[in-house]
């Protein structure tokens, strides 16, 4: 199942499906690293839910709520 790295909580394990957005804001996402087949782990989400921050690719990356929404990933099993 497709959602967004918004919805997700704390210890999900995900890989990315897809980066949305246009221009600057998917250029910036695909140069730290966020881009197809990548898998991430999220490690906290603040108690409003801004910031997730998530380990990806080895490294530690903190995401605002509008930048998750962006980046829609699918669940894998624990």
């Given at each position: 199942?497709?959602?967004?790295?918004k919805?997700?909580?704390?210890?999900?394990?995900?890989?990315?499906?897809?980066?949305?957005g246009?221009?600057p804001?998917?250029r910036?996402?695909?140069?730290?690293?966020?881009?197809?087949?990548a898998?991430?782990?999220?490690?906290?989400?603040?108690?409003?839910?801004?910031?997730?921050?998530?380990?990806?690719?080895?490294?530690?990356?903190?995401?605002?709520?509008?930048?998750?929404?962006?980046?829609i990933?699918q669940?894998?099993?624990?």
């Amino acid at each position: 199942m497709e959602t967004t790295l918004k919805e997700c909580r704390p210890g999900d394990k995900v890989v990315i499906v897809r980066v949305n957005g246009e221009g600057p804001v998917k250029r910036r996402l695909m140069d730290m690293g966020v881009t197809r087949g990548a898998e991430m782990l999220v490690r906290k989400v603040a108690p409003m839910g801004d910031p997730i921050e998530v380990n990806i690719r080895g490294y530690e990356l903190t995401f605002r709520k509008a930048d998750a929404d962006n980046i829609i990933i699918q669940k894998l099993e624990s």
